[in-house]
């Protein structure tokens, strides 16, 4: 027995004492208990591998052991064993060399020998190149597009003789292109560094002059892979049009011998398109990186070990399809697991076992991750610990993604630094390039469970921490200018964090934090004294008295000062606290907000308040000294029963979800109570528990419920529990692998009524369907079953539900009874068309979970299916299409697993229990609004802001009812378009939609009836594609706006349009166009750089008026205020300006606006001309008081969106503000403060309490945000 098999061994052992000092229960109990079947529990405590850390921690929750000193002991044998597996592959001479898989990093030219799966790909790709000059390469992250690049492409053309030049942009790509360069045709670096500069089309001279002596059909082919870095690392706007320009010369030059082929993260699309050259490029010239097939898949895990000399079992083949199929992102993931597999393999097979005993695709990252932990010393652990830290950025109610840096970013003083990067680079934890270091692929973040707790200690700090990365490395850019040091609460809050985690900071944001703190002792000293100064001079001018008295002033005044100074840095400080509990504790986290914001209105605390509601407002119902296993609501909705561990069910009154009260408390159960059920009367309710029986109350008063009977039977502990539709009958399910019906048309005086057998395992889920005829059961088995109960005491067995690959736990009748849904340990939950339950046929497979899923429901309108996790996480998927599910939105807040979920009758709300031992109460639909099928790139309310109008990539347009924004309707979807829809416009009665479409033309709608809006009229005329459209006040007159020109058209008679004038002056394409309040100007938005404003008096003859110049790239957007006397502009240069259009002699700037920190897409002004919202791809919205156009300020920033948010529209009320985009959703926000206040008020429960307060608020008086209701 080697060192690996003794702490393995002893890791077993101590699983089984553990089980015996429990009682030694069997393991189907434990099953029972912890969710997993027999068969995973038993290998668990073998000894023959390392299970899985879930499986482990599962197995001793079930147990009563302490979850905590178990994950530990978990890692370090995990640690152990991975160690053992790399010093016996090094003691065997089998380095690195010979792995047949390249893990987490990339496939490079010489990895095309092992590099199988994408020869269908690499042949489009070659066809696309030898087509086209420029082809770009689009794929999500870890879809393996350098791969492809680099083992496909780069070693297909080298092999044909043929020459390429691959490299990445980094944060100076024109330099990087230099040196590249000088390898090629001999030159220095600086030389050629210094010819692009001066002329981008020299890049197309060099590769000419490289190729002189070659033949003269020899090309080079360019590989520029990673080509988003020049979005994302280079600063300079100005060097990377320069590279661009270059790039795309040298390909298209008239005597051009260039091809070029970029690599392209698939969400920086949109941020290409900012180019307009780069636009033209990429048309019909795109290959798309998109999951692998099933043969790829087999092909790319057997191919490379069969050249090596080695087999793959059948088993684990099988193992790896089913978990790598379809998934985009998990090639990496696959390949390392492979490479730990083959660490493992017996003989030279790699197996199922080994697979297994590595951890599976996500626990074998986790044991490489703790392993090379493991083998730091103390010290250079706390460097790893900060360097993942600095790798990672936090998510707000998305998840966290890792962040590329510069190595200049850290202190490598210390040598240590330096061997923590070469020992995580080694392991394939950490990219190292010339000048960065990130972290290798995101999975680590989630699938390493010590980084996911030092990033849980203190996600407030790690905020404030990137906020001073960026604020030094600017001070650093502007030659430290002190103007930029932190002054007052934001250096307050920083030295607060940096004092307790000084061994954080690197020596040049110590810099930056002792130059703030001296330039504000400075500043304090220069006000002393001046003070003292000034006391001297009064001394010589005045009495005694009126010295004392001026003195005496001056300290009221210091102390008001210094009080108002505290109550900023206070009210700044709880509302980041706010935000980020936002998720946890919803309730707290609106009241902090309130409070701060009441403190001192703060933009901080503004912002806080305003993204109360930014997600799915939840209302935590406490009590349960225990986890909560499952949750039911009453027909009528006004009542809620839970179940819970602490052998327990609650009755809640939830009339007013928002302000929920316990009502009774049953107890009677003697072990945990895993399911409860309410009738369709309401008047009885059922619980299931672990001591092997059902329960019925009597609970038509739930303030005064009364047991009325036990039901006994089963052999084993009981599971589930369902009532069938009449109420005449309740069915239970059980770990004797049994599900059992009973007539309860007396609850007195219930019945037995006969047994369901078939299943081979525990039976852990059971459900009538609408119609009563059929019961459907979920067990560990791995399968479902459908069962014709039409006559209960003679039921039949009518199908089983295959696919899933581990234990089924949960399943669910659609509302119609045509459809089932299954979820699974698998991490998936499968839907089923059951229209013929005899022959029940697989629709689609949910997937998007990171744990098993425990639970499922479907909405009463069977439009929504709501699927609970493991993963912490609600997800929310629309089920129109079953066939064709999409994501809706994800819930996150539990701190436990989410283990039982249900809707409440009116599909208002949804309500989950929790392992963390609470449940909740969702409002729905939240703020987004979901349906769209991709981006959502244009939006617009009717002019009673009873309708919102959105337009979507997915060649749709979408009405949605907002007569109440916290209960949007869907109304009606307008198809018809051939390509994205991202121009519309309501005519000012209303009563008329326009889009415009990138398939080249506009349409007009009727819609005076939104339900059933009909198309009026298509034009044509645009030959390019049509971005905007704007109608004049009177509706007589509609402006679009396209690529090739800007059209102005008379729709008096929508029916009937006709074109008046066609606009050329710009010189590239228009995106977006304007009318002044008047009509009289037409302002216009070009990628040319420029805005311009036209006069349309005249519509027929349209004039130039101006040409508007400061923009330094394309202008996406212009909207006039209401007066007409300001234009705002907006555009790719990442700025918003404002510009006075009313002076006589023309048009003047005003201000510009800075603070997003990626491109400006869209603005919007409120009806009263007082507020500006602008919607950027930097994920945010931010609100700007613009009362006065030259000294403007920002109000507060939105933060809900997840992704490049496309479009913002003001409703006609002022204070409703719709936002959409890159997330395929649209929000509605509150722009009102004191509205949000109320609502706060309406909602959150319970009061904050006084010890609450003294912890946020210290040294103030206990003030609740809220009077008392």
Not at 1023 to 1030: I, S, W
Not at 1053 to 1079: I, M
Not at 1109 to 1123: A, E, L, M, Q, Y
Request: some cysteine; hydrophobic content about 40%.
């Amino acid at each position: 027995m080697d060192a690996g098999d003794g702490v393995l061994l002893s890791l077993a052992a101590d699983l089984r004492r553990l089980r015996d000092k429990a009682g030694g229960p069997t393991y189907r109990v434990l099953s029972a208990r912890a969710h997993y079947s027999v068969a995973t529990l038993s290998t668990a405590a073998a000894g023959h591998k390392l299970p899985s850390l879930a499986v482990t921690l599962a197995y001793v929750r079930a147990c009563g052991g302490d979850s905590a000193e178990w994950e530990r002991r978990w890692h370090q044998v995990a640690a152990e064993l991975a160690a053992d597996a790399v010093a016996g592959a090094e003691e065997s001479g089998l380095d690195d060399e010979r792995v047949p898989y390249a893990g987490l990093a990339a496939f490079q030219a010489d990895d095309a020998e092992r590099f199988f799966g994408r020869e269908r790909l690499v042949e489009e790709l070659c066809v696309r190149l030898a087509r086209r000059r420029v082809v770009a390469v689009f794929g999500a992250s870890g879809a393996g597009k350098s791969s492809l690049l680099r083992a496909g492409l780069v070693a297909r053309l080298s092999g044909q003789g043929r020459r390429a030049l691959l490299f990445t942009p980094g944060p100076h790509p024109l330099e990087e292109c230099a040196i590249q360069l000088a390898a090629l045709t001999g030159g220095t670096p600086g030389q050629l560094h210094a010819e692009l500069v001066a002329d981008p089309r020299n890049l197309h001279r060099l590769v000419r002059q490289a190729l002189a002596d070659d033949p003269g059909e020899a090309e080079l082919v360019l590989v520029v892979d990673q080509f988003e870095e020049v979005f994302t690392l280079c600063p300079d706007h100005a060097e990377r049009a320069r590279f661009i320009d270059a790039l795309l010369t040298a390909a298209r030059a008239e005597n051009s011998r260039c091809r070029l082929v970029l690599g392209v993260r698939a969400d920086f699309y949109a941020h290409c398109t900012s180019h307009a050259d780069l636009v033209e490029a990429f048309r019909d010239a795109q290959v798309v990186v998109g999951p692998m097939s099933a043969d790829e898949l087999r092909q790319a895990i057997v191919q490379p070990a069969v050249r090596a000399g080695y087999t793959v079992e059948g088993a684990l083949l099988a193992t790896l399809v089913a978990h790598a199929l379809g998934q985009v992102g998990v090639l990496p993931l696959l390949s390392h697991a492979l490479v730990e597999t083959w660490r493992r393999r017996k003989g030279n097979t790699l197996t199922l076992a080994g697979f297994q005993a590595a951890g599976g695709i996500d626990d074998a990252l986790a044991q490489t991750a703790e392993g090379l932990h493991t083998a730091l010393n103390p010290h250079q652990q706390r460097i790893a610990r900060n360097l993942f830290l600095r790798l990672t950025v936090p998510g707000e109610g998305t998840e966290d993604t890792k962040r590329r840096i510069t190595r200049g970013e850290l202190d490598t003083v210390d040598p240590d630094v330096t061997l923590v990067l070469e020992h995580l680079a080694r392991g394939r934890l950490l990219t190292l390039d010339r000048d960065s270091i990130e972290i290798t692929h995101e999975a680590l973040i989630r699938c390493w469970p010590r980084l996911r707790d030092w990033l849980a200690d203190d996600r407030e700090g790690l905020r404030l921490h990137r906020q001073l990365t960026e604020a030094t490395g600017v001070w650093e850019s502007l030659h430290r200018d002190p103007g930029v040091l932190y002054r007052g609460a934001r250096l307050a809050l920083a030295q607060d964090w940096a004092t307790r985690n000084d061994a954080a900071l690197t020596g040049r944001e110590r810099d930056f934090l002792d130059s703030s703190l001296a330039a504000e002792a400075g500043e304090q000293a220069a006000v002393r004294r001046r003070t003292r100064r000034l006391r001297q001079l009064v001394a010589l001018l005045s009495v005694l008295l009126i010295l004392a008295t001026t003195a005496t002033g001056y300290a009221v005044h210091a102390q008001q000062t210094a009080t108002e100074q505290r109550n900023i840095a206070l009210s700044q400080k709880v509302a980041n606290q706010a935000m980020a509990m936002r998720d946890t504790d919803p309730a707290l986290a609106a009241q902090l907000g309130l409070a701060a914001y009441r403190l001192v209105p703060t933009i901080e605390a503004r912002s806080s308040m305003l993204n109360t509601f930014a997600n799915p407002y939840a209302t935590q119902l406490t009590g349960h000294t225990n986890n909560v296993n499952a949750v039911a609501l009453s027909p009528d909705g006004r009542t809620m029963a839970s179940a819970s561990r602490d052998r327990t069910v609650r009755l809640w009154d939830v009339a007013d979800p928002h302000h929920p009260v316990e009502v009774a408390i049953l107890t009677g159960h003697t072990n945990n109570v895993n399911a409860v059920a309410l009738s369709p009367d309401g008047r009885t309710m059922a619980s299931a528990g672990w001591d092997r029986t059902v329960r019925l109350w009597d609970v038509a008063d739930p303030h005064h419920p009364v047991e009325v009977a036990v039901l006994t039977g089963h052999t084993n502990d009981v599971n589930a529990v369902a009532f069938s539709p009449d109420g005449r009958t309740v069915a239970s399910a059980g770990t004797d692998d049994t599900v059992r019906l009973w007539d309860v048309t007396d609850p007195r005086h219930p019945n037995p009524i006969t047994a369901l057998t078939g299943h081979s395992d525990a039976v852990v889920s059971v459900v009538f369907s609408p119609d009563g005829r059929t019961v459907a059961s979920a067990s560990f088995d791995g399968t479902g079953r459908l069962w014709d109960v039409a006559d209960p005491h003679h039921p039949v067995a009518l199908a089983t539900l295959p696919g899933h690959t581990a234990p089924v736990v949960w399943v669910a009748f659609s509302p119609d009874d045509r459809t089932v849904a299954t979820a699974s340990q698998d991490f998936t939950v499968r839907l089923w068309d059951v229209s013929d339950p005899r022959h029940p046929a697989a629709l689609a497979t949910l997937s998007g979970h990171a744990d098993v899923v425990r639970s499922v429901a479907f909405s009463p309108d069977g439009h929504t299916v709501a699927t609970a996790s493991l993963d912490r996480t609600v997800r929310l998927w629309d089920v129109t299409d079953p066939r064709r599910p999409g994501a809706l939105a994800t819930l996150t807040g539990h701190t436990g697993a989410v283990v039982s979920v249900v809707f409440s009758p009116d599909g208002r709300t949804v309500a989950t229990g929790s392992d963390d031992y609470t449940a909740r109460l969702w409002d729905l639909p939240g703020p987004a609004l979901a349906g769209h099928g991709d981006i959502v790139c244009g939006a617009a309310f009717s002019p009673d802001g009873r309708t919102l109008a959105t337009g979507s990539w997915d060649r749709t347009v979408r009405l949605w009812d907002v007569t109440d924004p916290h209960r949007p309707g869907k109304l009606a979807t307008l198809a018809g378009h051939t390509s994205s829809v991202c121009g519309i416009a309501f005519s000012p009665d209303g009563r008329v939609l326009a889009t415009a479409s990138y398939d080249h033309t506009a349409r007009l709608w009727d819609v005076a009836d939104p339900h059933h809006p009909a198309p009026l009229r298509t034009l044509t005329g645009h030959t390019d594609n049509a971005n905007g459209v704007a109608f004049t006040r009177d509706g007589r007159t509609l402006a679009t706006a396209g690529l090739d020109t800007v059209r102005l058209w008379d729709v008096t008679d929508p029916r009937q349009p006709r074109e008046r004038a066609v606009l050329t002056n710009h010189a590239s394409g228009v995106n977006a166009v304007a009318f002044s309040p008047d009509g009289r100007t037409l302002a216009t938005a070009s990628w040319d750089h420029t805005a311009r404003l036209w006069n349309v008096a005249d519509p027929r003859q349209p004039r130039e008026r101006a040409v508007l110049t400061d923009h330094t790239n394309g202008v996406n957007t212009v909207s006039f205020t209401p007066d007409g006397r300001t234009l705002i502009s907006a555009g790719f240069d990442r700025t918003v300006r404002l510009w006075d259009v009313a002076r006589p002699d023309g048009p003047a700037p005003l201000r510009t606006l800075t603070g997003h920190t990626d491109s400006v897409y869209s603005v919007a002004v409120g009806p009263d001309g007082r507020t500006l919202a602008t919607a950027s791809a930097d994920h945010t919205v931010r609100l700007w008081d613009i009362t006065d156009p030259r000294q403007p300020g920002e109000r507060a920033t939105l933060t809900g969106h997840t992704d490049r948010v496309h479009i913002v529209a003001f409703s006609p009320d002022g204070h409703t503000v719709a936002t959409s985009g890159a997330d395929r959703t649209v929000r509605l926000w509150e722009a009102d403060v004191e509205r949000v206040a109320a609502r706060i008020c309406d909602l959150a429960y319970p009061t904050i309490t006084r010890s609450e307060w003294d912890q946020y608020f210290p040294g103030l008086a206990y003030r609740p945000p809220c009077p008392p209701r």
